[in-house]
DNA sequence: GTTCGCCTTGGGCGACTGCCCAAATCCAGG
DNA sequence: CCTGGATTTGGGCAGTCGCCCAAGGCGAAC
Protein backbone atom coordinates (compact mmCIF):
# COMPACT_ATOMS: atom_id res chain seq x y z
CA UNK A 1 0.00 0.00 0.00
CA UNK A 2 1.05 3.34 -0.16
CA UNK A 3 2.83 5.50 1.92
CA UNK A 4 0.90 8.01 3.92
CA UNK A 5 2.96 10.16 2.52
CA UNK A 6 2.06 9.43 -0.72
CA UNK A 7 -1.31 9.46 0.10
CA UNK A 8 -0.83 13.00 1.75
CA UNK A 9 0.70 14.11 -1.97
CA UNK A 10 -2.57 12.82 -3.63
CA UNK A 11 -4.90 14.50 -0.90
CA UNK A 12 -3.34 17.67 -1.67
CA UNK A 13 -3.65 17.23 -5.68
CA UNK A 14 -6.98 16.47 -5.22
CA UNK A 15 -7.90 19.57 -3.27
CA UNK A 16 -5.52 21.74 -5.75
CA UNK A 17 -8.18 19.92 -8.72
CA UNK A 18 -11.63 20.71 -6.80
CA UNK A 19 -10.43 24.27 -6.09
CA UNK A 20 -9.60 24.90 -9.85
CA UNK A 21 -12.89 23.61 -10.62
CA UNK A 22 -14.71 25.74 -7.96
CA UNK A 23 -13.05 28.86 -8.98
CA UNK A 24 -14.17 28.40 -12.29
CA UNK A 25 -17.57 27.34 -11.26
CA UNK A 26 -18.51 29.78 -8.58
CA UNK A 27 -15.72 32.60 -8.93
CA UNK A 28 -13.00 33.32 -6.84
CA UNK A 29 -14.61 34.87 -4.00
CA UNK A 30 -17.30 32.34 -3.53
CA UNK A 31 -14.89 29.53 -3.20
CA UNK A 32 -14.90 27.87 0.80
CA UNK A 33 -12.76 25.58 2.53
CA UNK A 34 -15.66 23.63 3.08
CA UNK A 35 -16.35 23.24 -0.87
CA UNK A 36 -13.44 22.02 -1.42
CA UNK A 37 -12.73 19.97 1.00
CA UNK A 38 -16.49 18.61 0.17
CA UNK A 39 -15.53 17.76 -3.68
CA UNK A 40 -12.19 16.37 -2.98
CA UNK A 41 -13.57 14.11 -0.48
CA UNK A 42 -11.56 15.05 2.50
CA UNK A 43 -12.41 16.63 5.72
CA UNK A 44 -12.44 20.32 6.29
CA UNK A 45 -9.69 20.42 7.72
CA UNK A 46 -7.16 18.88 5.99
CA UNK A 47 -7.37 22.34 3.51
CA UNK A 48 -5.59 23.98 6.26
CA UNK A 49 -3.12 21.30 6.98
CA UNK A 50 -2.07 21.45 2.82
CA UNK A 51 -2.12 25.02 2.26
CA UNK A 52 -1.00 27.43 4.43
CA UNK A 53 -4.37 29.69 3.70
CA UNK A 54 -7.48 29.76 1.25
CA UNK A 55 -5.72 32.22 -1.27
CA UNK A 56 -2.95 30.30 -1.34
CA UNK A 57 -4.69 27.32 -2.37
CA UNK A 58 -6.52 29.08 -5.11
CA UNK A 59 -3.35 30.95 -6.62
CA UNK A 60 -1.29 27.44 -6.67
CA UNK A 61 -4.49 25.88 -8.21
CA UNK A 62 -5.08 28.52 -10.54
CA UNK A 63 -1.38 28.94 -12.04
CA UNK A 64 -1.38 24.97 -12.06
CA UNK A 65 -4.44 25.00 -15.03
CA UNK A 66 -3.27 28.10 -16.53
CA UNK A 67 0.26 26.66 -16.72
CA UNK A 68 -1.19 23.87 -18.78
CA UNK A 69 -3.36 26.26 -21.28
CA UNK A 70 -0.14 28.07 -22.32
CA UNK A 71 1.80 25.12 -22.53
CA UNK A 72 -1.15 23.91 -25.23
CA UNK A 73 -1.01 26.82 -26.64
CA UNK A 74 2.63 26.98 -27.28
CA UNK A 75 2.93 23.51 -28.13
CA UNK A 76 0.26 24.42 -31.13
CA UNK A 77 2.08 27.51 -32.12
CA UNK A 78 5.82 25.35 -32.73
CA UNK A 79 4.23 23.60 -35.53
CA UNK A 80 3.02 26.20 -37.55
CA UNK A 81 5.01 26.47 -40.43
CA UNK A 82 3.40 30.15 -41.28
CA UNK A 83 1.61 33.07 -39.14
CA UNK A 84 -1.52 32.53 -41.46
CA UNK A 85 -1.13 29.15 -39.54
CA UNK A 86 0.15 30.32 -36.64
CA UNK A 87 -2.96 32.53 -36.18
CA UNK A 88 -5.32 29.67 -37.82
CA UNK A 89 -4.56 27.50 -34.93
CA UNK A 90 -4.61 30.25 -32.34
CA UNK A 91 -7.86 30.84 -33.40
CA UNK A 92 -8.64 27.29 -33.00
CA UNK A 93 -7.85 27.84 -29.26
CA UNK A 94 -10.85 30.23 -29.26
CA UNK A 95 -13.33 27.62 -30.48
CA UNK A 96 -11.63 25.05 -27.61
CA UNK A 97 -12.28 28.05 -25.33
CA UNK A 98 -15.24 29.45 -26.13
CA UNK A 99 -15.53 31.54 -23.07
CA UNK A 100 -18.13 29.45 -20.77
CA UNK A 101 -16.06 26.80 -20.04
CA UNK A 102 -14.30 25.86 -16.96
CA UNK A 103 -10.68 26.86 -17.85
CA UNK A 104 -11.62 30.29 -19.82
CA UNK A 105 -13.45 31.29 -16.52
CA UNK A 106 -10.72 30.22 -14.71
CA UNK A 107 -7.94 32.86 -16.30
CA UNK A 108 -11.07 35.38 -16.34
CA UNK A 109 -11.22 35.02 -12.57
CA UNK A 110 -7.27 34.58 -12.06
CA UNK A 111 -7.19 37.64 -13.68
CA UNK A 112 -9.35 39.62 -11.91
CA UNK A 113 -7.82 38.09 -8.59
CA UNK A 114 -4.64 39.14 -9.49
CA UNK A 115 -5.29 42.85 -9.27
CA UNK A 116 -5.74 42.10 -5.46
CA UNK A 117 -2.96 39.47 -5.09
CA UNK A 118 0.33 40.44 -6.10
CA UNK A 119 1.70 36.83 -5.81
CA UNK A 120 -1.18 35.78 -8.28
CA UNK A 121 -0.19 38.40 -10.41
CA UNK A 122 3.33 38.25 -10.79
CA UNK A 123 2.83 34.80 -11.72
CA UNK A 124 0.21 35.75 -14.49
CA UNK A 125 2.30 38.76 -15.42
CA UNK A 126 5.52 35.58 -15.99
CA UNK A 127 2.72 33.32 -17.92
CA UNK A 128 1.75 36.16 -20.21
CA UNK A 129 5.44 37.50 -21.17
CA UNK A 130 6.60 34.48 -22.00
CA UNK A 131 3.46 33.41 -24.28
CA UNK A 132 4.00 36.86 -25.80
CA UNK A 133 7.66 36.71 -26.37
CA UNK A 134 7.41 32.92 -28.31
CA UNK A 135 4.33 34.54 -30.89
CA UNK A 136 6.27 37.32 -31.19
CA UNK A 137 9.60 35.21 -32.17
CA UNK A 138 7.02 33.13 -34.43
CA UNK A 139 5.48 36.34 -36.06
CA UNK A 140 8.82 37.77 -36.48
CA UNK A 141 10.51 34.73 -38.48
CA UNK A 142 7.44 35.19 -40.86
CA UNK A 143 8.06 38.48 -41.53
CA UNK A 144 5.17 39.98 -40.00
CA UNK A 145 5.52 43.24 -38.75
CA UNK A 146 6.18 44.78 -35.64
CA UNK A 147 5.80 41.14 -34.58
CA UNK A 148 6.14 41.38 -30.69
CA UNK A 149 3.66 44.27 -30.73
CA UNK A 150 1.35 42.39 -33.17
CA UNK A 151 1.53 39.51 -30.61
CA UNK A 152 0.63 41.65 -27.14
CA UNK A 153 -2.41 42.62 -29.28
CA UNK A 154 -3.15 39.21 -30.77
CA UNK A 155 -2.98 37.84 -27.29
CA UNK A 156 -5.17 40.73 -25.81
CA UNK A 157 -7.30 40.20 -28.83
CA UNK A 158 -7.94 36.53 -28.05
CA UNK A 159 -8.59 36.85 -24.45
CA UNK A 160 -11.27 40.15 -24.77
CA UNK A 161 -12.82 37.78 -27.41
CA UNK A 162 -13.39 34.85 -24.93
CA UNK A 163 -14.86 37.65 -22.94
CA UNK A 164 -17.18 38.87 -25.40
CA UNK A 165 -18.29 35.24 -26.63
CA UNK A 166 -19.93 35.10 -23.59
CA UNK A 167 -21.81 37.90 -24.63
CA UNK A 168 -22.39 37.17 -27.82
CA UNK A 169 -22.32 33.24 -29.20
CA UNK A 170 -21.88 34.86 -32.81
CA UNK A 171 -18.41 35.76 -32.17
CA UNK A 172 -17.13 32.76 -33.93
CA UNK A 173 -13.20 31.89 -35.23
CA UNK A 174 -14.57 31.53 -38.56
CA UNK A 175 -16.26 35.12 -37.93
CA UNK A 176 -12.95 37.02 -36.67
CA UNK A 177 -10.58 35.14 -38.56
CA UNK A 178 -10.14 37.57 -41.73
CA UNK A 179 -9.79 40.74 -39.88
CA UNK A 180 -7.47 39.83 -37.34
CA UNK A 181 -5.69 38.18 -40.52
CA UNK A 182 -4.94 42.12 -41.85
CA UNK A 183 -3.10 42.04 -38.68
CA UNK A 184 -0.19 39.94 -39.81
CA UNK A 185 0.34 41.67 -43.34
CA UNK A 186 2.39 44.62 -44.36
CA UNK A 187 0.97 48.15 -43.22
CA UNK A 188 1.74 49.93 -46.75
CA UNK A 189 0.68 53.67 -47.19
CA UNK A 190 -2.34 55.30 -47.34
CA UNK A 191 -3.72 55.10 -43.53
CA UNK A 192 -3.70 58.30 -42.23
CA UNK A 193 -2.38 57.90 -38.86
CA UNK A 194 -2.40 61.27 -37.17
CA UNK A 195 0.55 62.51 -36.35
CA UNK A 196 0.99 64.53 -32.72
CA UNK A 197 2.33 67.96 -33.54
CA UNK B 1 -37.33 70.98 2.98
CA UNK B 2 -36.92 67.79 0.95
CA UNK B 3 -40.06 65.55 1.24
CA UNK B 4 -39.18 61.83 1.91
CA UNK B 5 -39.43 60.50 -1.15
CA UNK B 6 -36.89 63.35 -2.09
CA UNK B 7 -34.58 61.60 0.51
CA UNK B 8 -35.47 58.13 -0.77
CA UNK B 9 -34.78 58.50 -3.91
CA UNK B 10 -31.30 60.28 -2.77
CA UNK B 11 -30.42 57.18 -0.49
CA UNK B 12 -31.35 54.83 -3.41
CA UNK B 13 -28.72 56.71 -5.66
CA UNK B 14 -26.42 56.62 -2.78
CA UNK B 15 -26.72 53.22 -2.24
CA UNK B 16 -25.94 52.58 -6.07
CA UNK B 17 -23.00 54.88 -5.98
CA UNK B 18 -21.43 52.74 -3.29
CA UNK B 19 -22.48 49.47 -4.18
CA UNK B 20 -20.73 50.07 -7.89
CA UNK B 21 -17.46 51.66 -5.90
CA UNK B 22 -17.21 48.39 -3.53
CA UNK B 23 -18.12 46.35 -6.40
CA UNK B 24 -14.53 47.46 -8.18
CA UNK B 25 -12.81 47.71 -5.09
CA UNK B 26 -13.58 43.99 -3.51
CA UNK B 27 -14.92 42.32 -5.84
CA UNK B 28 -18.71 40.87 -7.16
CA UNK B 29 -18.71 38.45 -4.43
CA UNK B 30 -17.13 40.30 -1.82
CA UNK B 31 -19.25 42.61 -1.47
CA UNK B 32 -22.18 42.88 1.14
CA UNK B 33 -25.23 44.66 2.44
CA UNK B 34 -23.45 45.86 5.47
CA UNK B 35 -20.65 47.33 3.53
CA UNK B 36 -22.71 49.21 0.71
CA UNK B 37 -24.90 50.61 3.83
CA UNK B 38 -21.65 51.66 5.35
CA UNK B 39 -20.22 53.78 2.73
CA UNK B 40 -23.75 55.07 2.07
CA UNK B 41 -23.91 56.54 5.21
CA UNK B 42 -26.88 54.56 5.96
CA UNK B 43 -28.40 52.05 8.10
CA UNK B 44 -28.23 48.07 6.84
CA UNK B 45 -31.59 47.59 6.99
CA UNK B 46 -32.13 50.22 4.32
CA UNK B 47 -30.68 48.25 1.28
CA UNK B 48 -33.48 45.78 1.35
CA UNK B 49 -36.19 48.18 1.65
CA UNK B 50 -34.97 49.94 -1.25
CA UNK B 51 -33.74 46.65 -3.59
CA UNK B 52 -35.05 42.99 -3.68
CA UNK B 53 -31.93 41.85 -2.56
CA UNK B 54 -28.25 42.41 -3.24
CA UNK B 55 -27.81 40.96 -5.98
CA UNK B 56 -30.16 43.11 -7.62
CA UNK B 57 -28.82 46.10 -5.90
CA UNK B 58 -25.23 45.14 -7.79
CA UNK B 59 -26.80 44.47 -11.15
CA UNK B 60 -28.72 47.88 -11.41
CA UNK B 61 -25.63 49.64 -10.04
CA UNK B 62 -23.41 48.14 -12.41
CA UNK B 63 -25.62 48.69 -15.82
CA UNK B 64 -25.97 52.14 -14.26
CA UNK B 65 -21.71 52.66 -14.65
CA UNK B 66 -21.57 50.92 -17.84
CA UNK B 67 -24.34 52.65 -19.53
CA UNK B 68 -22.22 56.02 -18.79
CA UNK B 69 -18.70 54.20 -19.84
CA UNK B 70 -20.66 53.08 -23.46
CA UNK B 71 -22.35 56.92 -23.82
CA UNK B 72 -18.94 58.04 -23.51
CA UNK B 73 -17.23 56.01 -25.85
CA UNK B 74 -19.83 56.84 -27.62
CA UNK B 75 -19.64 60.64 -27.68
CA UNK B 76 -16.20 60.49 -28.53
CA UNK B 77 -16.92 58.47 -31.28
CA UNK B 78 -19.41 60.50 -33.29
CA UNK B 79 -16.71 63.27 -33.80
CA UNK B 80 -14.19 61.08 -35.35
CA UNK B 81 -14.04 62.36 -39.14
CA UNK B 82 -12.15 59.21 -40.28
CA UNK B 83 -11.45 55.99 -39.15
CA UNK B 84 -7.89 56.22 -38.03
CA UNK B 85 -8.94 59.32 -35.45
CA UNK B 86 -11.83 57.04 -34.28
CA UNK B 87 -9.31 54.53 -33.43
CA UNK B 88 -7.27 57.05 -32.02
CA UNK B 89 -10.41 58.18 -29.67
CA UNK B 90 -10.54 54.56 -28.73
CA UNK B 91 -7.23 54.47 -27.85
CA UNK B 92 -7.50 57.37 -26.01
CA UNK B 93 -10.05 55.33 -24.16
CA UNK B 94 -7.41 52.77 -23.54
CA UNK B 95 -5.64 55.01 -21.46
CA UNK B 96 -8.38 56.98 -19.45
CA UNK B 97 -9.38 52.98 -18.49
CA UNK B 98 -6.09 51.10 -17.81
CA UNK B 99 -7.34 48.54 -16.80
CA UNK B 100 -6.90 48.82 -12.41
CA UNK B 101 -9.12 51.69 -11.92
CA UNK B 102 -12.75 51.56 -10.74
CA UNK B 103 -14.58 51.72 -14.20
CA UNK B 104 -12.53 48.78 -15.81
CA UNK B 105 -12.72 46.73 -12.76
CA UNK B 106 -16.27 47.06 -12.62
CA UNK B 107 -16.76 46.24 -16.68
CA UNK B 108 -14.76 43.45 -15.89
CA UNK B 109 -16.54 42.05 -12.28
CA UNK B 110 -19.56 42.27 -14.13
CA UNK B 111 -18.56 40.64 -16.88
CA UNK B 112 -17.76 37.52 -14.92
CA UNK B 113 -20.85 37.69 -12.71
CA UNK B 114 -22.58 37.90 -16.03
CA UNK B 115 -22.05 34.07 -16.98
CA UNK B 116 -24.01 33.24 -13.38
CA UNK B 117 -26.71 36.29 -13.59
CA UNK B 118 -29.25 35.91 -16.87
CA UNK B 119 -30.48 39.00 -16.40
CA UNK B 120 -26.84 40.89 -16.09
CA UNK B 121 -26.20 39.14 -19.32
CA UNK B 122 -29.03 40.27 -21.03
CA UNK B 123 -28.60 43.77 -19.99
CA UNK B 124 -24.87 43.94 -20.65
CA UNK B 125 -25.15 41.88 -24.14
CA UNK B 126 -27.71 44.89 -25.68
CA UNK B 127 -25.06 47.16 -24.34
CA UNK B 128 -22.29 45.39 -26.40
CA UNK B 129 -24.63 45.12 -29.33
CA UNK B 130 -25.16 48.93 -29.29
CA UNK B 131 -21.91 50.18 -28.90
CA UNK B 132 -20.52 47.33 -31.80
CA UNK B 133 -23.53 48.78 -33.87
CA UNK B 134 -22.23 52.23 -33.66
CA UNK B 135 -18.52 51.47 -34.18
CA UNK B 136 -19.34 49.12 -37.18
CA UNK B 137 -21.57 51.89 -38.75
CA UNK B 138 -18.88 54.29 -38.40
CA UNK B 139 -16.21 52.15 -39.91
CA UNK B 140 -18.15 51.29 -42.68
CA UNK B 141 -18.96 54.66 -43.84
CA UNK B 142 -14.63 55.46 -43.48
CA UNK B 143 -14.94 52.23 -46.26
CA UNK B 144 -13.36 49.90 -43.82
CA UNK B 145 -13.25 46.35 -45.31
CA UNK B 146 -15.75 44.50 -43.43
CA UNK B 147 -17.00 46.93 -40.74
CA UNK B 148 -18.90 45.08 -38.08
CA UNK B 149 -17.20 42.35 -38.24
CA UNK B 150 -13.59 44.83 -37.65
CA UNK B 151 -15.96 46.23 -34.98
CA UNK B 152 -16.15 43.15 -32.99
CA UNK B 153 -12.77 42.25 -32.88
CA UNK B 154 -11.72 45.82 -31.97
CA UNK B 155 -14.38 46.16 -29.04
CA UNK B 156 -13.15 42.98 -27.74
CA UNK B 157 -9.60 43.34 -28.17
CA UNK B 158 -10.10 47.19 -26.62
CA UNK B 159 -11.47 45.01 -23.37
CA UNK B 160 -8.33 42.58 -23.31
CA UNK B 161 -5.95 44.85 -23.55
CA UNK B 162 -7.54 46.62 -20.90
CA UNK B 163 -7.28 43.41 -18.52
CA UNK B 164 -3.55 42.41 -19.70
CA UNK B 165 -2.85 45.73 -18.92
CA UNK B 166 -2.78 45.28 -15.36
CA UNK B 167 -0.07 42.83 -15.74
CA UNK B 168 1.96 44.90 -18.71
CA UNK B 169 2.14 48.39 -17.72
CA UNK B 170 3.64 48.75 -20.99
CA UNK B 171 0.83 47.70 -22.80
CA UNK B 172 0.14 51.47 -23.66
CA UNK B 173 -1.95 53.36 -26.29
CA UNK B 174 1.25 54.30 -28.24
CA UNK B 175 2.48 50.57 -28.30
CA UNK B 176 -0.43 49.05 -30.07
CA UNK B 177 -1.71 52.25 -32.22
CA UNK B 178 0.30 50.79 -35.21
CA UNK B 179 -0.65 47.49 -35.05
CA UNK B 180 -4.36 48.41 -34.65
CA UNK B 181 -4.04 50.96 -37.50
CA UNK B 182 -3.51 47.66 -39.78
CA UNK B 183 -7.05 46.40 -39.09
CA UNK B 184 -8.21 49.62 -40.81
CA UNK B 185 -7.19 49.58 -44.42
CA UNK B 186 -7.76 47.40 -46.88
CA UNK B 187 -7.04 44.04 -47.39
CA UNK B 188 -4.63 44.98 -50.43
CA UNK B 189 -2.26 47.16 -50.13
CA UNK B 190 -2.10 50.50 -51.54
CA UNK B 191 -5.72 51.80 -50.86
CA UNK B 192 -5.68 55.26 -49.00
CA UNK B 193 -8.94 55.92 -47.40
CA UNK B 194 -8.61 59.82 -45.94
CA UNK B 195 -11.73 61.12 -45.43
CA UNK B 196 -14.63 61.09 -47.63
CA UNK B 197 -14.39 60.07 -51.44
C1' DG C 1 6.17 -4.19 20.77
C1' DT C 2 7.18 0.40 21.19
C1' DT C 3 8.14 4.85 19.59
C1' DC C 4 8.19 8.39 16.17
C1' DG C 5 6.37 11.47 12.76
C1' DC C 6 3.23 12.46 9.18
C1' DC C 7 -1.58 12.52 7.99
C1' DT C 8 -6.40 12.96 9.23
C1' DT C 9 -10.58 13.87 11.87
C1' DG C 10 -14.37 16.61 13.52
C1' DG C 11 -15.71 20.01 16.36
C1' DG C 12 -15.19 24.72 18.20
C1' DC C 13 -14.07 29.81 17.97
C1' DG C 14 -15.56 34.50 16.95
C1' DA C 15 -16.91 36.97 13.10
C1' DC C 16 -19.61 37.69 9.35
C1' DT C 17 -23.52 36.74 5.96
C1' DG C 18 -28.48 37.89 3.57
C1' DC C 19 -32.72 38.86 4.86
C1' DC C 20 -36.49 40.07 7.98
C1' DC C 21 -39.37 42.89 11.04
C1' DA C 22 -41.46 45.42 14.94
C1' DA C 23 -40.93 49.81 16.34
C1' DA C 24 -39.57 54.60 15.75
C1' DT C 25 -39.34 58.74 12.82
C1' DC C 26 -40.72 61.84 9.48
C1' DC C 27 -43.68 65.00 6.87
C1' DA C 28 -47.80 66.22 3.92
C1' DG C 29 -52.76 66.48 3.91
C1' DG C 30 -56.90 66.89 6.49
C1' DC D 1 -53.86 69.13 16.38
C1' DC D 2 -54.12 64.29 14.30
C1' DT D 3 -53.84 60.60 10.81
C1' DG D 4 -51.71 57.98 7.20
C1' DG D 5 -48.20 56.43 4.52
C1' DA D 6 -43.48 56.35 3.28
C1' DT D 7 -38.91 55.99 5.20
C1' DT D 8 -35.60 54.59 8.61
C1' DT D 9 -33.70 52.19 12.56
C1' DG D 10 -31.24 48.53 14.90
C1' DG D 11 -31.48 44.18 16.49
C1' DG D 12 -32.52 39.19 15.61
C1' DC D 13 -32.45 34.82 12.92
C1' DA D 14 -30.27 30.81 11.09
C1' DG D 15 -26.55 29.88 8.51
C1' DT D 16 -21.66 30.08 6.74
C1' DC D 17 -17.03 31.74 6.94
C1' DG D 18 -11.56 31.01 7.72
C1' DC D 19 -8.76 29.14 10.73
C1' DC D 20 -7.36 26.44 14.68
C1' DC D 21 -6.44 22.39 17.55
C1' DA D 22 -6.70 18.40 20.67
C1' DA D 23 -7.14 13.81 19.64
C1' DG D 24 -6.72 9.67 16.97
C1' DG D 25 -5.03 6.59 12.93
C1' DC D 26 -1.34 4.62 10.65
C1' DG D 27 2.91 2.92 8.44
C1' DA D 28 8.00 2.91 9.10
C1' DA D 29 12.09 2.56 11.96
C1' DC D 30 14.08 0.53 15.75
Redesign the pocket.
Known sequence: ?A???E???Q?RSRLLQAAAELVAEQGWNA?????VAERAG?????V???FA??PALLTEASVQVMEAVVEGAEQGLSQARTAARALELMLADLDRYPGDDPASRLVSEAMLAAGRDEGLRTAMAGLLARFRARLGDRLAAQGVPDPHRTAAVLAAALDGMMLHRTLDPELTSTAVAPVLGRLLQDGTPGTAQEGHP
Open positions: MTSARGRVVSTRMVAPGLHYHSL
